[in-house]
């Protein structure tokens, strides 16, 4: 196969660009074959036509023309294949078994290292997990493509979602206002949650984790780096069964009838492909290589973190800023490596308790660096008037020239949305249960929306 790429090469200098960004020189088993290519490599990059006489020549500036055989062997090369139709098979063949070697190689080399002295488990593991990644990546390797074929796809894809009645490309969060500004939560994305404590921000991760895992059937991993993994479970129980958190915190005032609809959900959460990791004082390293694990063994269609600020540095620093912005920017890559949207909570400052008014946040707010900002795709507020009954005086909430009573709503503050509006809008808050939900009355399109006929054109 390496002899039939390098061949029809030779015979046809314009099938070395449809193999260009598939193979390198690495690639080749034989060393005689990856000099012949590094040489047409050379060859293309000055912009040559690449055939017998031109990687002649070049094998002979390089002193290696004999080292592969001479002239007879490149010879031999163009009489292997007949014609370059069938180039991208070769390669593809090649590539396949240089992977298989890198695996083999990588395994030896990951096996030597375990037994040096000096040899720490976590390291080892963040090395070969990033290789093994790079090496899916390769096996994924697409290059250019034209727009015709492009825009194909792309209809068929919409054709696909209109027929099914899905207005969501990426993992539906189970909020239809939320949906309306996002589409979804895309694949490498960075989602931030950011709230003013007590204001429900896990609350929200874990329903729409929930529902990412039950409606749209994506494992979910949760990193809770703020509270214990029976708290969290506490959490699903409550919302999933609709009772009080307090009373299963005492489960002594639990009736037959409640402990039964608890018993239900335990039985459909636990069916559930969601993972919880709360390991304490874990690093940034660390939550990367878990969540690169658990995606090649259980496929994470959705990450979550909470919260960004309890992320531990390797050592102490004086420069909180720098760690904030060095974890907000390792986790774009995150999501961006494993091809998921990755949810990640934060707190705010104290900006918005020391401004007048209804204290609503805005992006400034941010704690501790403004990359959190400049990394994140989309940026959600959460502002629960509740929790300032002192600014609302009839217990009344103002919103789109209608009123709500400030303890069942929470507004959600899109601040920042990538590829697509921002704005706001209300979801019911059940206290009780720790959990949101839609509000059932119909609001205001998103800015943007179509507000015409179903069937009506869009452009």
């Known amino acids: 196969m390496e002899k039939a790429v390098l061949g029809a090469v030779m015979i046809d200098s314009d099938s070395f660009i449809r193999i260009r960004d598939l193979l390198d020189e690495n690639c080749f088993y034989q060393p005689m074959h990856s000099t012949i290519f590094s040489a047409m490599a050379q060859i293309e990059s000055a912009h040559q036509p690449i055939d017998l006489l031109t990687v002649t020549e070049a094998l002979r500036s390089m ?106 490309s990426g993992i539906g969060t189970g909020f239809d206002r939320l949906d309306d500004f996002t589409t979804g939560f895309q694949d490498g994305e960075l989602i931030v949650i950011a709230a003013r404590p007590s204001m429900g921000k896990t609350a929200l991760a874990l329903n729409i984790a929930h529902d990412a895992a039950v409606i749209y059937g994506k494992p979910v991993v949760i990193f809770s780096l703020e509270m214990d993994r029976r708290q969290i479970a506490m959490r699903f129980l409550s919302s999933d069964a609709h009772i009080n958190g307090q009373k299963l915190r005492s489960s002594a005032r639990l009736r037959t009838e409640e402990f039964l609809k608890l018993s239900d959900a335990a039985a459909r959460l636990s069916e559930l492909p969601i993972f919880i990791d709360d390991s304490p004082g874990v690093g940034v390293t660390e939550i990367r290589a878990r969540a690169r694990q658990l995606s090649l063994q259980h496929h994470i269609g959705l990450v979550i973190l909470d919260y960004l600020q309890l992320v531990q540095p390797p050592k102490p620093t004086d420069n909180q800023q720098q760690w904030i912005a060095f974890v907000s920017a390792s986790m774009k890559k995150l999501a961006k490596e494993l091809r998921v949207p990755v949810v990640m909570l934060s707190q705010l400052s104290r900006g918005p308790e020391h401004r007048g008014g209804e204290h609503r946040p805005m992006l400034s707010d941010l704690r501790d660096s403004g990359a959190i900002e400049q990394d994140a795709d989309v940026v959600l507020f959460i502002y629960r008037p509740a929790l300032y009954p002192e600014l609302y005086k009839n217990k009344k909430y103002k919103f789109q020239n209608r009123e709500y009573d400030i303890e069942g709503i929470a507004e959600v503050i899109v601040a920042k949305n990538r590829n697509g509006p921002t704005g706001n809008f209300l979801l019911s808050f059940v206290k009780d249960f720790a959990q949101f939900e839609n509000l059932t009355e119909e609001l205001p399109p998103v800015p943007g929306e179509e507000t015409g006929e179903e069937d009506e054109p869009a452009f």
Do not use: C, F, W
């Open 63 to 168: 002193g290696k023309l004999e080292e592969i055989g001479g002239e007879l062997y490149l010879a031999h090369l163009t009489e292997v294949v007949p014609s370059s139709a069938n180039m991208e098979y070769y390669a593809q063949h090649v590539l396949e078994k240089a992977i298989l070697r890198r695996i083999i190689a990588l395994s030896a080399e990951t096996a030597s290292n375990g037994y040096e002295s000096d040899a720490r488990s976590e390291e080892l593991l963040e090395n070969l997990q990033t290789q093994l990644l790079q090496l899916i990546g390769r096996r994924r390797l697409r290059g250019a493509e034209a727009l015709r074929g492009i825009m194909h796809e792309t209809l068929g894809q919409i054709d696909a979602i209109k027929k099914r009645g899905e207005y969501v």
